[in-house]
Antibody, heavy 118, light 105 residues
Framework: QVQLVQSGAEMKKPGASVKVSCKAS????????LHWVRQAPGQGLEWMGW????????DYAQTFQGRVTMTRDTSISTAYMEMSRLRSDDTAVYYC???????????WGQGTVVTVSS | DIQMTQSPSSLSASVGDRVTITCRAS??????VNWYQQRPGKAPKLLIY???SLQSGVPSRFRGSGSGREFTLTISSLQPEDFATYYC????????FGQGTKLEI
């Protein structure tokens, strides 16, 4: 079945980097843009950016430009989101999501908890 | 950037009630609004896309409407499983979410 499966929880120190993976299955990975959304504890949803898995072209929200890098490995249908210079306020659940059947985020990964603490 | 202002931020209701959540965009965004439901500890779930289209598998008690700058999500008869947080999202220019509406008993 169609699914996005993300990597496990991460605990990082301030200033470090984190790389979260999102493996797609059940559909043509290169056919659909892959987005990342995060949610800080008790807060709302924040869009981070997207990657075109076919071309590798990316677009990042202004908030994250310079600190986030989205990549993909088409051979294993996996997208990655790497964030550098982590701060405590980057503590959040990070989701990957895609627009498969309709023009909205209809498929979501299960989320990856990233905790930034000294 | 397009801002999405969602109201109310929280709402108390009972099973069987009809509730309406509103989202206002900072500029006209045609019908490029989607609505999501999120239960605690879970990923968001798509309910409504392009303002008024019901996602497959979503009960018909959920209805979306609006265009331009103002959009609404209406739940016609609340069920116990509907108590959750709801988000609007615009996809007209880039992507932006509203701040959420927590629907509580």
């Amino acid at each position: 079945q169609v699914q996005l499966v993300q990597s496990g929880a991460e605990m990082k120190k301030p200033g470090a980097s984190v790389k979260v993976s999102c493996k797609a299955s059940g559909y043509t990975f290169t056919g659909y843009y892959l987005h990342w959304v995060r949610q800080a504890p008790g807060q709302g949803l924040e869009w981070m950016g997207w990657i075109n898995p076919q071309s590798g072209v990316t677009d990042y929200a202004q908030t994250f430009q310079g600190r986030v890098t989205m990549t993909r490995d088409t051979s294993i249908s996996t997208a990655y989101m790497e964030m550098s210079r982590l701060r405590s306020d980057d503590t959040a659940v990070y989701y990957c999501t895609t627009l498969l059947a309709v023009d909205a985020f209809d498929i979501w990964g299960q989320g990856t908890v990233v905790t930034v603490s000294s | 950037d397009i801002q999405m202002t969602q109201s109310p931020s929280s709402l108390s209701a009972s099973v069987g009630d009809r509730v309406t959540i509103t989202c206002r965009a900072s500029q006209s965004i045609s019908s490029s609004v989607n609505w999501y439901q999120q239960r605690p500890g879970k990923a968001p779930k798509l309910l409504i896309y392009t303002a008024s289209s019901l996602q497959s598998g979503v009960p018909s008690r959920f209805r979306g409407s609006g265009s331009g700058r103002e959009f609404t999500l209406t739940i016609s008869s609340l069920q116990p499983e509907d108590f959750a947080t709801y988000y609007c999202q615009q996809s007209y220019i880039s992507e932006t979410f509203g701040q959420g509406t927590k629907l509580e008993i």
